[in-house]
Structures are given as structure tokens and as C-alpha cells.
């Protein structure tokens, strides 16, 4: 349930996000910037992923540990949609959606086998959502950077063109007495 939601509410924004800036940024900021900032993005999608493999080991290492063969399943029936993934991190953002879905039904079994508290699963269901949250605030902000930047560049380059269309509003003062 948390992985559908998860993935209705900021699968297509992270994506289109994404297309913002590694395309439309390209046509008028410096390659380099993008590239900077698809490697930060790169780099916080590789920490998520290593913090939800992390939780899954955990989980399943409790699992072997207190003898339980079978995980949780939801009432839900899981989401089947084809969907169009238009880049890399895209595809890296997809997993780690699947990945925090993994996850739930293993903390959820451990609380039922009393392995785990109540509180330690909200704990960790909370801060596993954060994360895969944040990433999608974190592209909507840089998509927002991004198109600030990409303002600036055209706002400079209109600026003398804006001058040179601009009449003179100097009430003639440079003009000397003779001007009316």
C-alpha cells in the first residue's frame, strides 16, 4: 500500500522533474551544471538504495533468526500499470518505490511475530518514506533552480534588446536649453 501511494504521488513529478532539467536545461544552461546536478541526484538515489537494501538484509537476517518462513501480505491488490520510464534515474527511482514496498510486509510480519515493536515499525516505515519522499521534493527543487537559472540567462540575454528599444528619459537635460 505505502509503494502505491508512494509511486502515485511522486513517480511522474520526480520523472518530469528529471526531463526538466536533464533536457530543457541542457538547451540553455551549461552542460556542467546539469551534469552536477544529475550526479547529486545520482548520489542521494545510490544512499537510498543502500539504506533500503540495509532495512531488507535486516529484516530478512530477523527472519532466518526467529525461524519465519512466510511474510506479510496485504488485502490490496498490487498495482499493474505500464508505465513509460524515460531515464536512468528514472528507472533507479522506480526501484527504490519497489524496494520501500518490499520492505513493509517484512516490518509488518516482525511486529506480528513480536520480533519488533509497534513503534519500531512506525519508526522505520516513517523514515523509510521520508527518504524516498525527499527525493521527489529534491527533484522539484532543483527542476525549480533549474528554471530560475534558465529565467536569469534569458533576462540577460533580452536586456539589450530591451535597451536599444528603450527611448531616452532624460527630459532633455543633456540636450542643453536650446531643446524643447
Do not use: W
Not at 27 to 36: A, G, I, M, Y
Not at 70 to 97: H, K, M, Q, W
Not at 159 to 168: C, D, G
Amino acid at each position: 500500500a505505502e509503494g502505491k501511494r508512494t509511486f502515485a504521488r511522486c513517480f511522474y513529478s520526480f520523472q518530469a522533474s528529471l526531463y526538466f532539467i536533464s533536457t530543457l536545461g541542457r538547451t540553455k544552461l551549461p552542460h556542467e551544471s546539469v551534469e552536477k546536478i544529475e550526479l547529486a541526484i545520482r548520489e542521494r538515489l545510490e544512499a537510498a538504495t543502500k539504506d533500503l537494501n540495509q532495512a531488507i538484509d535486516g529484516a530478512e537476517l530477523l527472519f532466518k533468526q526467529h525461524g519465519i518462513e512466510t511474510a506479510a501480505t496485504y488485502d490490496t491488490v498490487p498495482l499493474e500499470a505500464e508505465i513509460g520510464i524515460t531515464s536512468a534515474l528514472g528507472r533507479r527511482y522506480f526501484e527504490l518505490i519497489h524496494k520501500l514496498d518490499q520492505l513493509m510486509p517484512l516490518l509488518q510480519t516482525l511486529e506480528i511475530e513480536e520480533v519488533i515493536t509497534e513503534k519500531q515499525v512506525e519508526q522505520q516505515r516513517s523514515r523509510f518514506k521520508r527518504i524516498v519522499l525527499a527525493l521527489s521534493s529534491m527533484m522539484r527543487n532543483f527542476a525549480m533552480g533549474c528554471r530560475r537559472r534558465m529565467n536569469e540567462v534569458d533576462a540577460r540575454k533580452d536586456e539589450p534588446e530591451a535597451r536599444k528599444t528603450r527611448p531616452s528619459v532624460d527630459n532633455g537635460a543633456a540636450a542643453g536649453p536650446d531643446h524643447v
